[in-house]
T-cell receptor, first 111, second 113 residues
Framework: GQNIDQPTEMTATEGAIVQINCTYQ??????LFWYQQHAGEAPTFLSY????GLEEKGRFSSFLSRSKGYSYLLLKELQMKDSASYLC????????????FGAGTRLAVHP | DGGITQSPKYLFRKEGQNVTLSCEQN?????MYWYRQDPGQGLRLIYY???????QKGDIAEGYSVSREKKESFPLTVTSAQKNPTAFYLC????????????FGPGTRLTVT
């Protein structure tokens, strides 16, 4: 199968740093996306990794290790508005842009 | 403003009725997708379309149907054959260039009783 695993819930303190992990099966890997989704709203695109290494975008960074089937999303200087679900999605090769989504990690930021 | 619209935001239906969910985009994207989201589960692909007049089944197509007569529009019909239709339905589209990220509409929450 093509399971995408990520923790169900995490909590963190305002101003802190949090790392959300995602693991996947490596066969056919063709790119990994992170999305943010506030409750009842649409997912919004955060980052994309297809090569090994770290991609930084302001307070958010995403890391990928293709050989380990592992990615993480790093959120710095946490704000209350960062309380949301974070979805890891992997694109596997197969002729079209199909994404397999993890169940999401619900992050609660508290004062 | 470019974007994806879905209507309505909330929809209520009686069991046994078909219902059609609207999805429109003005991003000039060729590819469009329909997902279903249930609590505690990832988004699951229902149908997708790469070009006008063409579409393919996703992982959970049973009980659903779609059409793609125009590039901008990709309506989803939830038929009475769908056993558990109550869910949050998300439509997405993607451009024809790397990284092909998918842009999502605001979703329709369907409740069937």
């Amino acid at each position: 199968g093509q399971n995408i695993d990520q923790p169900t819930e995490m909590t963190a303190t305002e101003g802190a740093i949090v790392q959300i992990n995602c693991t996947y099966q490596t066969s056919g890997f063709n790119g990994l996306f992170w999305y943010q989704q506030h409750a009842g709203e649409a997912p919004t695109f955060l980052s994309y990794n297809v090569l090994d290494g770290l991609e930084e975008k302001g307070r958010f960074s995403s890391f990928l290790s293709r050989s380990k089937g592992y990615s993480y999303l790093l959120l710095k200087e946490l704000q209350m508005k960062d309380s949301a679900s974070y979805l890891c999605a992997v694109r596997f090769s197969g002729g079209y842009n199909k994404l397999i989504f993890g169940a999401g990690t619900r992050l609660a930021v508290h004062p | 403003d470019g974007g994806i619209t879905q209507s309505p935001k909330y929809l209520f239906r009686k069991e046994g009725q078909n219902v059609t969910l609207s999805c429109e985009q003005n991003l000039n994207h060729d590819a469009m997708y329909w997902y279903r989201q249930d609590p505690g589960q990832g988004l699951r692909l229902i149908y997708y379309s790469q070009i006008v007049n063409d579409f393919q089944k996703g992982d959970i197509a049973e009980g659903y149907s779609v059409s793609r007569e125009k590039k901008e529009s990709f309506p989803l019909t939830v038929t009475s054959a769908q056993k558990n239709p109550t869910a949050f339905y998300l439509c997405a589209s993607s451009p024809g260039q790397e990284p092909y990220e998918q842009y999502f509409g605001p979703g329709t929450r369907l409740t069937v009783t």
